[in-house]
């Protein structure tokens, strides 16, 4: 199993002793070096009664640890109280939020089983947990999730969620393209809605466009765009126009030596029929400059070959050009001429570094 940044490093089950105090009773994988970690930290893994059913990260020893105490009180333990906690141990600057809902989930699960059936206290189902555990662990690490049978009529379920980053604003005229194969998308469970837009997004029609082609409310295609976009289907790309202004960008050199890349672009810029050489799109996109327009390309240059739409599409797209956008700025303490002031009494102010409507 490859060993990744977010990997689960252990997870070990701890309870108080009555005898003995806090204590490591079973960890996975058994020979991971946690002794002196624990014996630093045992007090916040067997904690006081106001963390019980808290969740509780530390950092130590090169590691994060992160658990959730819980407390059983029932006269039938020693000392009126069995107390136990499963951690999970991270390395130290892992971001562990998209785990803390299992953690949770898992201490609040085997606090269940304990009251049903004293799963953690029954000296042959004790002996199933580093089992559980490894079942956890490995699950949790290679896919994300776990399905796990305790007994005939419990089942132990996890899925690690993860962080998506906040929703982009998407505008009316913002351009959505996908970023995986249509055939992908449509076989996803979409609402209705959803699949009513999917159609017209082409990488080229506008939101407002979208909006008119598939009569749906623009603040809702506003809305399913969002969406899509948070999920990773969907990139939001300017529109194309003949006047646009792109400039390469440094990863254009990756055209040269990535075979990968060279065989996508010339499937994508191509004309139907046609087969342009990787060496004449290289420098059809490092003519790209500021000051140069779209139309002056093609002015300059024969595309006869390549689409000179799908061309920008896939340099936006990859990384490879940007577009180069202007922003009228009024500064501050200057005036407009009293002349365009006369000629433009009803235009609104323009804010600054604001697109013209």
């Given at each position: 199993?490859?060993?990744h940044?977010?990997?689960?490093?252990?997870?070990?089950?701890?309870?108080?002793?009555?005898?003995?105090?806090?204590?490591i009773?079973?960890?996975?994988?058994?020979?991971?070096?946690?002794?002196d970690?624990f014996?630093?930290?045992?007090?916040?893994?067997?904690?006081?009664?106001?963390?019980?059913?808290?969740?509780?990260?530390?950092?130590?020893?090169?590691?994060?640890?992160?658990?959730?105490p819980?407390?059983?009180?029932?006269?039938?333990?020693?000392?009126?109280?069995?107390?136990?906690?499963?951690?999970?141990?991270?390395?130290?600057?892992?971001?562990?939020?998209?785990?803390?809902?299992?953690?949770?989930?898992?201490?609040?699960?085997?606090?269940?089983?304990?009251?049903?059936?004293?799963?953690?206290?029954?000296?042959?189902?004790?002996?199933?947990?580093?089992?559980?555990?490894?079942?956890?662990?490995?699950?949790?690490?290679?896919?994300?999730?776990c399905?796990?049978?305790?007994?005939?009529?419990?089942?132990?379920?996890?899925?690690?969620?993860?962080?998506?980053?906040?929703?982009?604003?998407?505008?009316?005229?913002?351009?959505?393209?996908?970023?995986?194969?249509?055939?992908?998308?449509g076989?996803?469970?979409?609402?209705?809605?959803?699949?009513?837009?999917?159609?017209?997004?082409?990488?080229?029609?506008?939101?407002?466009?979208?909006?008119?082609?598939?009569?749906?409310?623009?603040?809702?295609?506003?809305?399913?765009?969002?969406?899509?976009?948070?999920?990773?289907?969907?990139?939001?790309?300017?529109?194309?126009?003949?006047?646009?202004?792109y400039?390469?960008?440094?990863?254009?050199?990756?055209?040269?030596?990535?075979?990968?890349?060279?065989?996508?672009?010339?499937?994508?810029?191509?004309?139907?029929?046609?087969?342009?050489?990787?060496?004449?799109?290289?420098?059809?996109?490092?003519?790209?400059?500021?000051?140069?327009?779209?139309?002056?390309?093609l002015?300059?240059?024969?595309?006869?070959?390549?689409?000179?739409?799908t061309?920008?599409?896939?340099?936006?797209?990859?990384?490879?050009?940007?577009?180069?956008?202007?922003?009228?700025?009024?500064?501050?303490?200057?005036?407009?001429?009293?002349?365009?002031s006369?000629s433009?009494?009803?235009?609104?102010?323009?804010?600054?570094?604001?697109?013209?409507?």
């Amino acid at each position: 199993m490859a060993d990744h940044p977010d990997e689960i490093k252990c997870i070990f089950f701890s309870e108080f002793h009555h005898i003995a105090g806090p204590k490591i009773t079973y960890q996975v994988p058994e020979g991971f070096p946690l002794r002196d970690v624990f014996d630093a930290v045992h007090d916040l893994i067997i904690t006081k009664p106001k963390l019980y059913d808290k969740l509780i990260s530390v950092d130590v020893g090169g590691y994060r640890l992160v658990g959730s105490p819980r407390s059983i009180e029932d006269k039938k333990y020693d000392r009126n109280a069995f107390i136990f906690n499963f951690v999970f141990v991270f390395a130290a600057d892992t971001d562990t939020s998209p785990h803390e809902a299992v953690i949770l989930k898992l201490g609040d699960a085997f606090k269940s089983f304990e009251l049903e059936s004293s799963f953690l206290q029954g000296e042959e189902s004790q002996k199933r947990l580093p089992a559980i555990l490894k079942a956890v662990r490995d699950g949790l690490n290679t896919c994300g999730c776990c399905n796990i049978p305790i007994d005939d009529s419990n089942r132990l379920n996890l899925k690690v969620i993860p962080s998506l980053p906040d929703p982009p604003v998407v505008c009316d005229h913002h351009v959505p393209i996908f970023t995986c194969s249509q055939e992908d998308i449509g076989s996803k469970p979409w609402d209705f809605t959803i699949e009513q837009i999917l159609q017209y997004i082409d990488g080229f029609s506008h939101v407002k466009r979208i909006s008119q082609l598939s009569e749906v409310d623009t603040e809702i295609v506003r809305s399913c765009v969002q969406h899509l976009v948070v999920y990773g289907y969907v990139k939001l790309i300017s529109i194309f126009q003949y006047s646009n202004v792109y400039v390469a960008m440094p990863k254009v050199k990756e055209l040269l030596n990535d075979p990968n890349l060279q065989r996508e672009c010339l499937e994508c810029v191509a004309l139907p029929g046609q087969r342009p050489q990787i060496e004449d799109v290289f420098r059809l996109y490092c003519h790209l400059e500021a000051g140069l327009t779209v139309k002056d390309l093609l002015m300059r240059n024969d595309l006869k070959s390549i689409n000179e739409r799908t061309f920008i599409q896939f340099g936006l797209m990859r990384g490879i050009v940007r577009h180069l956008q202007k922003y009228p700025v009024l500064l501050q303490g200057s005036s407009l001429s009293s002349s365009s002031s006369s000629s433009s009494s009803s235009s609104p102010t323009l804010p600054e570094g604001q697109h013209i409507p």
